[in-house]
């Protein structure tokens, strides 16, 4: 019973860390792709200042940096890139579909009816690893890829930090796997509960 009432609350986790990265910069600030840090000597600087550029799935917000360099940063993405970000929120849909049909594996009448809300979450909750996995390994990539190209164009002046939003995207993708495991676990739990409750036939 234990396994299965921490179904919903590894979907809850994951669900709250996916919408956290979909309201990333600019809406949260403190929640970034990566983050782009220019030291005093660099000439990219207007008056020596240190300045930051934070770059999230919908925008940028900069700090002493001047602007036509992130712009410029940002011209590095391209279109299918931008697409592929837009799976955050759809991940962070699909999670919560999950979370809503979990909750009724908690509840468990004497006729065994949990088994369908259970299958229900293992397919809906397997959709949305899946999504899940695939935006970890997309942010993964990207931001890796970014880091490379910005480090050449600015030979180094320029310095690609990586945000939370990647580690918060692998929180989800764990919690998310290991809420299927429970998943799992209610199907054949309920399933096995019902066989043994028929009653033999005389």
């Known amino acids: 019973m234990f396994t299965i009432a921490l179904v919903p609350v590894?979907?809850?986790?994951?669900?709250l860390l996916l919408l956290l990265v979909s309201l990333s910069v600019p809406i949260i600030r403190t929640v970034?792709?990566?983050k782009l840090s220019a030291n005093a000597t660099s000439s990219l600087l207007r008056g020596g200042v240190t300045g930051t550029v934070k770059f999230g799935l919908w925008?940028?917000?900069?700090?002493?940096?001047d602007v036509s360099h992130a712009t410029?940063?940002?011209?590095?993405?391209?279109?299918?890139?931008?697409?592929?970000?837009?799976?955050?929120?759809?991940?962070?849909?699909?999670t919560f579909l999950t979370l809503l049909t979990s909750l009724f594996i908690l509840r468990r009448g004497s006729n065994g009816t949990s088994r369908s809300p259970s299958l229900l979450t293992v397919v809906l909750g397997n959709l949305a690893a899946f999504f899940t996995t695939l935006v970890f390994l997309i942010d993964l990539i990207f931001v890796a890829v970014a880091r490379k190209h910005v480090?050449?164009?600015?030979?180094?002046e320029l310095d690609l930090v990586?945000?939370?939003?990647?580690?918060?995207?692998?929180?989800?993708?764990?919690s998310l796997w290991f809420?299927?495991?429970?998943?799992?676990?209610?199907v054949f739990a309920c399933g096995r509960r019902s066989f043994g409750r028929k009653?033999?036939?005389y």
């Open 10 to 15: 590894l979907l809850f986790i994951a669900f």
């Open 32 to 34: 970034y792709l990566f």
């Open 59 to 65: 925008g940028y917000c900069t700090s002493a940096v």
């Open 72 to 94: 410029e940063v940002q011209n590095l993405i391209s279109r299918t890139t931008t697409a592929a970000l837009v799976l955050h929120p759809i991940a962070c849909g699909l």
């Open 151 to 156: 480090h050449n164009a600015t030979h180094g």
């Open 162 to 174: 990586w945000g939370n939003s990647v580690w918060m995207t692998l929180g989800a993708t764990l």
């Open 179 to 186: 809420s299927m495991i429970g998943a799992c676990y209610g």
């Open 199 to 201: 009653t033999p036939a």
